[in-house]
């Protein structure tokens, strides 16, 4: 008989909580949630797919010769799934930081807090079921590219290295939206916030059309643009070749003189976002009196 | 589980008896400044003995909720001492964490998941080995009588439910302490009476409960001794009827025959014999006489015997002792001060 059953309470006791259990609670804990709700899921996939479908039936004439210079014919839908790819990630990306505010108004992040939980392990555990939920989600894209016409020219190991930069194009803005969540802790403003700079983001970017078709003010903050390098990167394992305008390499051959550069700025940004991420969280889960 | 530092407390006479025991709350000289200088607790002393029921009360922006956020280490104190189950809540947080369950003062439950998946949530976070959590779980939701809708999400619960789950959420590691912050505020009586039965099962049970409320009649049905806060400070403390006495004052009402003239010759013969002493208010009504006095009750028979005497006919008697409402009013009413030292040892003067 343990000690707790005679007395009706567990005492003090050492810790049992490790830190791959507690990632794996929260982790658990958000996929269930997301679950739970299979509508915001396909929601979140609705724009996106209506942009491929409206895209390559409005534009697909205009655009494929633009997309075409030079080079072998490629279809627009296939230029365009790797750009639909990366809209899934910032769209669901921002819904990282509603789900964080959602909890401190409804006192689960408190009551978090008052947990002998590891806190890095708590929100490890929440973003790797919120990335998770975007992989799959550009899966789906993917799937539905390529039924409607689009080609993967580096095949399933292409996939899969879409797959990887979407994960690594969604920590950023992943991070964004949990800066502005802990900075205004109000839902409306992070949602807000999160699909206001969305579109912007994807419309001053290579997303939709080729850097030399765009017009010159464009161009110059297309190369600012992150969302330019998550595209170019995916795109590059789309076509099978260098897309990549903003920043010239020759060094490495073929994709790699694209993939090289894109993955490291979006490395770049998200240490430096992420960073920015993990010491607004740590003083908003700070006992400090402020 | 040797060198636990806690010790289950079997039977009431073992209670409030700290002797060789770590209190499961102590707190010396606790202030809390909040940057922009607000002083939200400025003095704060107070030791909770382990099994003990206790109340913490104070009006609103007392500085109840901000001692129970240092104690659950949400906040560091920014001086004084404050140990939880005996552990320091600045250097040994983690271990408070460990030892304490938190139901905070509004109801957090995950909405989007069900009762048990909240429950089971609470259990993995407080490291509950997965060989007890079904078990426990079961039990829960039967201890707060939710067994029948387990299995629905919690967001539809009303707000006596989500309570329950919050409170079943905030026992899945039978602590030996929980905080209870407000936890009936806004419920109807029912769902009110339902989790006073569920917290004096948990206190029956061994585990130490500090309460805040705003209702003293909480106080008092539940609360073995109380602390009442005051501006940041403890004004008052004792058990509910040793406050009840300090504040001093019995009521009692007379109904006599033959009205307001009676009356007024019933309050001369109590005059005449002297029955009460000169800190007693008798005050003439239309039906008899009400008396306010510190010993109401044990004079109630010379009042009769002189009544009777005096040819005077009792229709109706009633002693009423103070409420806890009038031991709030009175010490937290700026005017009167009686605040005691530790324990009952001072008195409030007008008492014999």
Redesign the interface.
Known sequence: MT??A????????L???TFA??F??NF??WT??ST??PFFLFLSLIQPIIFLVLFTQVFGGVATGAINSGEASVSYTTYLVPAIAMQVALAAAASSGIGLVNDME???F????????NRTAVFLGKTASELLLILIQIGIILVLGTVLGGEIATGFAGAIGIMAVGFLFSVWFVSLSNILAVVSRDQETTALGANIIQFPLLFISTAFLPLDALPGWIQTVAGFNPVTYGVDAARALVLGRDVMTVIELNAFGGIWDTLVPAVSVLLVLDVVVGGVAVYVLKSATS???? | ?SG???T???SSTEKGDGEGKTAAILIEGLK????DGTEAVKDVTMEVPQGEFFGFLGPNGAGKTTTIKVL?????P?GGRVEV???DVKSK???V????G?M?Q????????TAR?NIR??C??????RERRAERIDELLELVDLADVGDK?SGGFSGGMKKRLDAA?ALV????LVFLDEPTTGLDPKARNELWDYFER?NE???TVLLTTQYLEEADHLCERLAVIRDGGIVARGSPSELKRRVGVEFLDVDVEGGRDTAREAAEVLRGEGIFGGDASVEVTDRGLSITANDARSRGSRLMVALDDAGIQVTGFDVREPTLDDVFLAVTDDETDVSGGEDAGSRQGGSE
């Open positions: 000690p707790g005679e007395s009706g309470t567990d005492g003090v006791r810790s049992r909580n259990g507690d794996w609670a658990k804990r269930v949630k739970r709700n409804e006192g689960m408190e009551k978090v807090l008052v947990s002998p939980m006992s400090s009196v402020r | 589980m636990t530092t806690n289950s407390v079997s809390l400044t909040y940057s659950v280490t949400l906040l560091q920014t189950n005996g552990f947080a983690q271990e964490r460990e030892s304490i938190y905070p509004e109801t957090s439950v995950d909405e989007e998941l998946e949530f609470a993995r976070a407080y490291g509950v080995p999400k959420m590691h039978r602590p030996s948990i049970r061994g585990t």
